[in-house]
């Protein structure tokens, strides 16, 4: 149980392009989801909180309009890449509570690459 | 925001030698603090976890300590395998529904 998926798992798109991640989670309703980008050989950084019915929380720093989440449902939350350049090339990985009281599940992550 | 730091950033053991994480974090208020382990390209995996109402928790070969007052939480590996050889990270957070935040991560090789 407690298993989250994840979207394309690899994709390369070019600059200025849109490209969107999903994240679903398949057997738990997940009212909150998570956001994270990962750079080479360098730690999880929280990108924003995503909120079934309602906006997201961005970090400081995370350009809200250049990373696009919508929360429709609570077994779906999508990170839309817009305007997509080089430098944000990374590993984008979601994560979302799987019902107990403090585990988390991650998903398997996107590999994007910006040309 | 919270602040996690991670120590060292590299190590490497030898096979059946221990091996020891350290984090600190700044928020007092946090109250979860799990460990993962992440492999090459692949999802973060939790390996164990401690609350705050707790000094110790073992699992087989991980054992993790907290001390509440200095803000300070440590892994421990012992009897090291090649298998264990992956970034490790530990993160912090709330209550229930909070985001981690994680730290910079150590890059464990335990070398045969």
């Known amino acids: 149980g407690a298993v989250v998926s994840q979207h394309p798992s690899r994709v390369i798109c070019k600059s200025g392009t849109s490209v969107k991640i999903e994240c679903r989670s398949l057997?738990?309703?997940?009212?909150?989801m998570f956001w994270y980008r990962q750079f080479p050989k360098q730690s999880l950084m929280l990108m924003a909180t995503?909120?079934?019915?309602?906006?997201?929380?961005?970090e400081q720093g995370v350009e809200k309009d250049k990373f696009l989440i919508n929360h429709a449902s609570l077994t779906l939350s999508t990170l839309t890449v817009t305007s997509a350049h080089p430098e944000d090339s990374s590993f984008y990985i979601c994560s979302a509570r799987n019902g107990s009281n403090y585990g988390y599940t991650f998903g398997s992550g996107t590999r994007l690459t910006v040309v | 925001g919270e602040n996690v730091e991670q120590h060292p950033s590299t190590l490497s053991v030898q096979e059946g030698d221990s091996a020891v994480i350290k984090c600190t974090y700044s928020d007092s208020a946090s109250n979860y603090f799990p460990w993962y382990k992440q492999e090459l390209g692949k999802r973060p995996q939790l390996i164990i976890d401690i609350r705050s109402n707790v000094g110790e928790k073992k699992d087989q070969r991980i054992a993790v300590t907290l001390n509440k007052t200095a803000k300070h939480f440590s892994l421990h590996i012992t009897e090291t395998q090649p298998e264990d050889s992956a970034v490790y990270f530990c993160a912090a957070s709330r209550r229930t529904g909070n985001q981690f935040y994680f730290g910079t991560g150590t890059s464990l090789t335990v070398i045969p």
């Open positions: 995503s909120n079934e019915g309602s906006k997201a929380t961005y």
């Open positions: 057997d738990f309703q997940a009212t909150t």
